[in-house]
Protein backbone atom coordinates (compact mmCIF):
# COMPACT_ATOMS: atom_id res chain seq x y z
CA UNK A 1 0.00 0.00 0.00
CA UNK A 2 1.20 3.45 -0.93
CA UNK A 3 0.39 6.45 1.24
CA UNK A 4 0.86 10.16 0.39
CA UNK A 5 0.78 13.66 2.17
CA UNK A 6 -1.41 16.02 0.92
CA UNK A 7 -0.70 19.85 2.21
CA UNK A 8 -4.25 21.60 2.58
CA UNK A 9 -4.49 24.91 3.46
CA UNK A 10 -8.50 26.16 4.73
CA UNK A 11 -9.37 23.47 6.40
CA UNK A 12 -10.92 24.68 9.57
CA UNK A 13 -13.00 21.88 11.50
CA UNK A 14 -14.22 18.47 11.55
CA UNK A 15 -16.64 19.49 9.05
CA UNK A 16 -13.47 20.49 6.27
CA UNK A 17 -12.12 17.42 7.42
CA UNK A 18 -15.22 15.65 6.54
CA UNK A 19 -15.45 17.17 3.33
CA UNK A 20 -11.76 16.77 1.99
CA UNK A 21 -12.28 12.94 2.96
CA UNK A 22 -15.19 11.84 1.20
CA UNK A 23 -13.82 13.84 -1.74
CA UNK A 24 -10.75 11.54 -1.59
CA UNK A 25 -12.58 8.46 -1.01
CA UNK A 26 -14.36 8.32 -4.11
CA UNK A 27 -11.48 7.98 -6.24
CA UNK A 28 -10.90 3.95 -6.98
CA UNK A 29 -7.26 3.82 -5.60
CA UNK A 30 -7.50 5.48 -2.44
CA UNK A 31 -8.10 3.05 0.34
CA UNK A 32 -8.18 5.49 3.15
CA UNK A 33 -7.61 9.60 3.50
CA UNK A 34 -7.52 10.69 6.53
CA UNK A 35 -7.67 14.73 6.70
CA UNK A 36 -6.49 16.83 9.78
CA UNK A 37 -7.09 20.75 9.97
CA UNK A 38 -4.96 20.88 12.65
CA UNK A 39 -1.77 19.42 10.70
CA UNK A 40 -3.26 21.37 7.39
CA UNK A 41 -2.32 17.66 6.02
CA UNK A 42 -4.21 14.79 4.98
CA UNK A 43 -2.83 11.31 4.69
CA UNK A 44 -3.96 9.05 1.80
CA UNK A 45 -3.39 5.50 1.46
CA UNK A 46 -3.68 4.59 -1.78
CA UNK A 47 -4.17 0.79 -3.07
CA UNK A 48 -2.19 0.89 -6.21
CA UNK A 49 0.14 3.91 -7.35
CA UNK A 50 -1.45 6.86 -9.02
CA UNK A 51 -0.21 8.31 -11.82
CA UNK A 52 0.60 12.31 -12.52
CA UNK A 53 -2.70 12.96 -13.94
CA UNK A 54 -4.50 11.15 -11.48
CA UNK A 55 -2.47 12.81 -8.75
CA UNK A 56 -3.66 16.10 -10.51
CA UNK A 57 -7.18 15.13 -9.79
CA UNK A 58 -7.28 13.93 -6.51
CA UNK A 59 -5.85 17.82 -5.73
CA UNK A 60 -8.45 19.29 -7.92
CA UNK A 61 -11.33 17.57 -5.98
CA UNK A 62 -9.85 19.48 -3.03
CA UNK A 63 -9.88 22.80 -5.27
CA UNK A 64 -13.05 22.10 -6.04
CA UNK A 65 -14.48 21.98 -2.36
CA UNK A 66 -13.29 25.09 -1.46
CA UNK A 67 -9.35 24.34 -0.19
CA UNK A 68 -5.99 24.89 -1.45
CA UNK A 69 -3.10 22.36 -2.18
CA UNK A 70 0.17 24.02 -0.52
CA UNK A 71 3.04 22.90 -2.81
Do not use: W
Request: some cysteine; proline content about 3%; overall charge negative.
Amino acid sequence: MQEIILKINGMMCQHCEANVKKRLEAFPKVEEAVPSHTENQAVVKLNAELTAQELEALKKAVTDAGYQIAE
